[in-house]
């Protein structure tokens, strides 16, 4: 008798499902199609000889040579999380190197929050649109959403606190330039949503992913910052945060990190060592000493180009867009999001993009918890060359029309 | 009001328990301390100049550096899993690489596999002893576990079919120099644990970490080689190896690999996605590299120096432990696995060891799933030199000498 494989599946492995955004990448890569699909950062943006320079240093040195190919604790290395405390601290939030952990990439915070916060049915508070990868790493856990609409400031105060009122106790938030819409949070409102929470006793997880990729004006201070601002101890707070180098540095480290109350760190620990020991030990050597190296001036660079890119995408849009498509202008980060007029089916458009005019984006209705959303796109600005992202958004401008007429003729 | 963080933890999340070798291992680490506790590799033996090249050769090549910085797919690197495929059909089993899923070490593998086949209560053979990190990582899904006892050939036959006619479908398995015996099944063995298996429906976990640390003849087809003789299909079939270089390259890099049927592999991949992402792309590309560069050559340096560690071991301990202490004489892997006479409490003994010899071990009752083997320990022989490791021995078996004639004195 042989065994029937999927008969062996868990019921709740079969509820995770395939990413759009995964499938759309492939079809995507093709060289002549445009794509504004993938969140990928810039490749030519890498600091390569910085790179090149720390391998060397350090596999010259025998024994921190050896010493970054051993094991090493699950909680991290003690230098990087000490950097990172620094660069925390430089933001406002003071914050010990025991309530650091260094994960697989933020996405394996998400991953491990999940597992320590959710059961199936926790409700969970989430922006709509919200971070799909999010989504993604909390399905393992079936939690009940609530989505909170969003306005040009953040959350909407009179959901976010009638779903606190409804039970709630958690939520998931992006302040900073938010996949998928680009748009952050006010200074007000980012106090507001604070105090929202903590007069429930409510925990807030903070994506800090895009915090660094700011274009215009100063950096607002994270919501992590505004909550240590009463807080006794590091101990006490209200809020959560995840870190990257993903889109500063490079993404193939899969270096993030977690900030949270050592009560909860001491038992991610333990989950970090059940599930994978730890992050590569040399990796967070390596990333340690490039982040030392490069930065600031890196930040600089990366910060120049991208928002070289984002004017590109934001003019293109202005010149070509009909005018009854709107779209965010973003102060940070990598994406632009767009919304087509009612009745517009945003997932035809893609299928029609792809092949008409070679353009790929991300249709927004996967960003949606309820969703919703069937008339948004995501467009990231990251990868391209301002020309041809300009190229780009004229040639789906152009489908727009096309399909808009062939609408209105039908009708 | 402020959030009490603990209140949050899920109920499955307060499971987990800190590991006992953890713990250990911050006490083992002092200098002074002869370490016979953790199965950490010898870093003297770590092909560190090859690494240089790697590096230098990768980070110099713009094209390829800059890729090995990028993201990358959840599957793993073709050109690594191609190379895994290849070494595996040397070793008898023939998969495609669309069988091999790329993992953060083969602890993530275990975790993935947790996640994707157990359920609470789900029956899970294991061996007794068995891995104790395999246990923390099914700890997450609280299997039901169903302990099978070992002779010198492996598993109990009569003990393997009672479970599976108890209703077990799956069980987790190390034929090869297993972690904490040092034990390999025999040929024998081997088929017939695999034809039971097989007239049963069920599913064989493989871990075959150890494999290639063979130090006495030649080496014995895995299970997964002995399941593809009969199998029309490597998407058939009875077994899902584990596999990874921790113990014959380096573990910082976490490079491990699962092998099986498509059906799971897919489902695995986006479980990957979803959990962290993938694995560090520029470590496939270097491990991928050194592996090319350093094997075989490598793996005969190191089966020679654990060689001559495990002949240490095995020698000392027949030297000076006294006559009703015995142990195993393992033909390969990192461990030899201690049985003390009935009543003695080697967690006791660990305790004064530290204490009178400053030599450690892990105490063996946390390898049993029904928390039996208060009367045993694991000794790796993997970090110290020769003399070292006689030294700590005679130290160990003087205490066992001074603690039996108390024991004697007293009763």
Not at 268 to 288: D, E, G, K, W, Y
């Amino acid at each position: 008798m042989r065994a029937d494989w999927t008969s062996f599946i868990a019921e709740d492995a079969r509820a995770l499902t395939a990413s759009e955004i995964r499938d759309l990448l492939k079809v995507a890569e093709r060289p002549e199609v445009i794509s504004f699909a993938g969140g990928v950062p810039d490749a030519t943006l890498f600091p390569l000889s910085e790179f090149r320079a720390v391998y060397a240093e350090l596999m010259a040195d025998e024994a921190a040579g050896r010493s970054a190919l051993q094991y090493s604790i699950s909680e991290g290395l003690p230098d990087l999380r000490s950097w990172i405390a620094d660069d925390m601290a430089g933001d406002g939030a003071k914050r010990s190197i025991d309530n650091i952990l260094i994960t697989n990439g933020a996405q394996q915070g998400l991953d491990l929050l999940a597992r320590l916060l959710l059961s199936p049915g926790t409700q969970l508070i989430v922006e709509k649109p919200s971070y799909l990868g999010a989504m993604q790493a909390f399905a393992c856990r079936s939690p009940a959403y609530v989505g909170v609409g969003m306005d040009a400031e953040g959350p909407l105060l009179a959901e976010m606190e009638a779903a606190f009122q409804g039970g709630a106790r958690l939520a998931y938030l992006q302040p900073d330039f938010q996949n998928p819409t680009g748009l952050r949070y006010s200074l007000q409102r980012r106090r507001d949503v604070l105090a929202l929470a903590q007069r429930y006793g409510a925990l807030l997880i903070e994506d800090a992913a895009y915090c660094k990729l700011s274009y215009d004006g100063a950096a607002l201070p994270s919501l992590l910052a505004l909550d240590g601002e009463g807080a006794d101890s590091a101990d006490a707070g209200t809020v959560i945060q995840l870190g990257t180098f993903s889109k500063t540095l490079v993404p193939a480290m899969r270096i993030g990190w977690l900030t949270a109350p050592r009560p909860l760190i001491d038992r991610m620990v333990l989950m970090m060592q059940a599930s994978n020991l730890h992050v590569s030990t040399v990796n967070q050597a390596v990333a340690l000493r490039a982040a030392k190296k490069a930065f600031p001036g890196h930040l600089g660079t990366v910060r120049r180009v991208y928002r070289a890119k984002r004017d590109a995408m934001v003019s293109a849009l202005t010149d070509f867009m009909p005018g009854n498509v709107t779209f965010t202008r973003p102060e940070g980060g990598m994406y632009v999001w767009l919304t087509l007029p009612e009745g517009f089916d945003a997932r035809a458009l893609l299928e029609q993009a792809l092949e008409a005019e070679k353009v790929a984006f991300v249709p927004g209705q996967a960003f949606f918890c309820d969703k919703s959303g069937t008339n948004t796109c995501r467009l990231s600005f990251s990868a391209g060359s301002p020309e041809r992202i300009r190229d780009g958004i004229e040639r789906l401008a152009n489908l727009i029309r096309r399909v808009h007429n062939q609408v209105g003729e039908a009708a």
